[in-house]
T-cell receptor, first 112, second 111 residues
Framework: DTGVSQDPRHKITKRGQNVTFRCDPI?????LYWYRQTLGQGPEFLTY????????KSRLLSDRFSAERPKGSFSTLEIQRTEQGDSAMYLC??????????FGSGTQLSVL | SQQGEEDPQALSIQEGENATMNCSYK?????LQWYRQNSGRGLVHLIL?????REKHSGRLRVTLDTSKKSSSLLITASRAADTASYFC???????????FGTGTRLQVTL
């Protein structure tokens, strides 16, 4: 058990490009969450999976955002046609039938 | 959207002093949690208090919850420089849904 792993740690991209982030949760954790955090703010919920089912999506998750968890293990978050406003820290968290979340170190996205 | 509002936004104290931060929230909850975040890192769970509890302790941490006022406080006693971080409250509505985080308190502990 090495904790929640996120890749990459940092991503710099040009406006209009697509980016994909990966999250590997703690093994046997059935719940996986994506949050977005901007400087000086708390994390904002994006989406949530229980096993492979995406159960909830925030209004923040526009059509340009898509998340998958194909086999109920790792998850990917893709942002298409990135905009400067997408610049943020993208945090992944997992849990298993308990309320507390275990967070990864995040992926810092900078859109130029 | 953010459920909780933390107060103060920033707090600077000297090592050995106590730090108190407050959280107010808007809707009913199943539990309330506190997390810590070091700069540029992910969040780490500190403590969870359920809606039917009024106070909880864990080491140097003391959390209180007043559901009638929809507020919680986190007290860190005998602070250390290593406690320097941002602290967030998060509310859980208890419907297998997501945690909603507050805006955070930035704590600076100086030697």
């Amino acid at each position: 058990d090495t904790g929640v792993s996120q890749d990459p740690r940092h991503k710099i991209t040009k406006r209009g490009q697509n980016v994909t982030f990966r999250c590997d949760p703690i093994s046997e954790h059935n719940r996986l969450y994506w949050y977005r955090q901007t400087l000086g703010q708390g994390p904002e919920f994006l989406t949530y999976f229980q096993n492979e089912a995406q159960l909830e999506k925030s209004r923040l998750l526009s059509d340009r955002f898509s998340a998958e968890r194909p086999k109920g293990s790792f998850s990917t978050l893709e942002i298409q046609r990135t905009e400067q406003g997408d610049s943020a820290m993208y945090l992944c968290a997992s849990s298993f039938q308990e309320e507390k979340l275990f967070f990864g170190s995040g992926t810092q996205l900078s859109v130029l | 959207s953010q459920q909780g509002e933390e107060d103060p936004q920033a707090l600077s104290i000297q090592e050995g002093e106590n730090a108190t931060m407050n959280c107010s929230y808007k809707t009913s909850i199943n539990n309330l949690q506190w997390y810590r975040q070091n700069s540029g890192r992910g969040l780490v769970h500190l403590i969870l208090i359920r809606s039917n509890e009024r106070e909880k302790h864990s080491g140097r941490l003391r959390v209180t919850l007043d559901t009638s006022k929809k507020s919680s406080s986190l007290l860190i006693t005998a602070s250390r420089a290593a406690d320097t971080a941002s602290y967030f409250c998060a509310t859980d509505p208890g419907t297998a849904s997501k945690l909603t985080f507050g805006t955070g308190t930035r704590l600076q502990v100086t030697l």
